[in-house]
Nanobody
Framework: QVVLVESGGGAVQAGGSLRLSCATS????????LFWYRRAPGKEREFVAS????????DCADSVKGRFTVLRDDPLGTGYLHMYNLKPGDTATYYC???????????????WGQGTQVSVSS
């Protein structure tokens, strides 16, 4: 079974940096886009950043543009979210989501990680 595991979260002061990782394991035939989301306490889950299946096109939410960067080793490798100049408003649980096909003829399905907590203090 496919499993996504986020890591790298922690507690930092405003202005600090963190690098989140999203490691994928299991029977992966092909991977599509990689997405990062976050959910702050009492708020809806929101899109943070994404990278396409060819590791060529990235997108970030306006609230993190210029501060967050999304990368991936290769389409089947570990994904990363580099976060710089963190603000208290970035405090949330961060989740990765990836499109994965487990067979050559199978459809792409969406898999989620369990989340990693980021806390930014002022």
């Amino acid at each position: 079974q496919v499993v996504l595991v986020e890591s790298g979260g922690g507690a930092v002061q405003a202005g600090g940096s963190l690098r989140l990782s999203c490691a994928t394991s299991g029977p992966i035939w092909s991977a599509g886009g990689l997405f990062w989301y976050r959910r702050a306490p009492g708020k809806e889950r929101e899109f943070v950043a994404s990278i396409d299946c060819k590791n060529q096109i990235t997108d970030c939410a306006d609230s993190v543009k210029g501060r967050f960067t999304v990368l991936r080793d290769d389409p089947l490798g570990t994904g990363y979210l580099h976060m710089y100049n963190l603000k208290p408003g970035d405090t949330a649980t961060y989740y990765c989501k990836q499109e994965i096909a487990t067979t050559g003829s199978g459809p792409y399905r969406l898999y989620w990680g369990q989340g990693t907590q980021v806390s930014v203090s002022s």
